[in-house]
């Protein structure tokens, strides 16, 4: 079977080069759909880890285009007492110190200043991570669709070969994890019963995500922890404080800095690590969130609400057993499934187990991440319109 043009390895090479984040991160999305639409049609054996890759780049999507993300940081940031208290203790030594700014000014400018910096780098961090797991794993999908899916029979010398490839070693930097998913995709591409089919599926589903969220540890942490120059916040927010008073003030500030912290330094380090605890949080709150089709919005702290498809309720293969045992606490049930914290790998891969095992049968997951006109337009090395 001849490979699609457009999923070829040249192909993915080609957008993962690509340096518009936007850009890349739409033809990321659709290429995953593509492959997950080519796989699924010869597998048979409901959602492919591309499957559920399409929304997971969807979904970073929002953050790498700062979508409602700087106004939603906003809001909540503003609705937090201590962090008023704490902006107000600032404004009163600085006026003491000759300041002339408002409360609101302050809030204002400490505010948003700090909700840019978090949302460029989360979005950064999110936009990295999308390219780095898209450029090593769709390539060995299309790699595997090309060399290993026209086969008739199972032929081990032809998936030890293509395993061959792949670097030995646990990840990060291994991709032994990739070996064992892509093996359990090629015994289920010829297993005739269909319960022993899904479970192989599963599997390779699984080995593909743990190796997907290996990689991926950093980049989840970096997003999460949006981290800043708080020396250079607080330097940012004196310039502001002080903007418009005259030299002696000016001077006065300076000369007790020099001789050591003030009040007000210490003020404003505090409010500044106040700000970022609760910027982690608001950050947590919507990078942990995943729209599934049709209109399933999951969040990934709370533990899912369905149950396991059907065909994946009672589980017969050993080695998936044996895997679960290791990724999930409660193999048996969503019980706990929801993640306290997304940079946490086992919390991580708890949910990820559930969610594949309760959607591996919803065939809304193929439908199409984009519409036609939108195709066309990224296609043609244009931003599509409309929502994304």
Known sequence: MPVPGEITIAKIDSIAALTEPVLRNVLITQCYCELSSVFATHMAAGANWCTFATWASKQAGLTIRHEDLEHALENILKNVPEIEIALSLVITLAKQS????????????????MVSNAASHAADAVSRGNKKVFEEIAREFSRF?????????????HIDDFCRQLKPGLPPDGQDYLAKGFSYYYRALFELDSKKRVQLNLLGNLFIGYHEQNRLQPEIAEALNASIDAQQIKSELLDKLFK???????FRLFFKRVFGFTLLDNAIEASVQLIQKHLRMALTAHLMTITLPPDNYLHLGRDLSMTFSEDLKELTDADLIALLKQVDPTPGSVLESGATDWANLAERMHYIADMFRCYHQSKELFDPAFTAAQVEAMKNGRLPEGRL
Do not use: E
């Open 145 to 157: 669709i090309m060399n290993c899916l026209p086969d008739i029979a199972y032929n081990k010398s």
């Open 98 to 113: 000759g300041a002339q700014q408002s409360l609101g000014n302050l809030r204002d400018s400490v505010v948003g200043t």
């Open 244 to 250: 418009g008073s005259n030299w002696w003030i000016k």
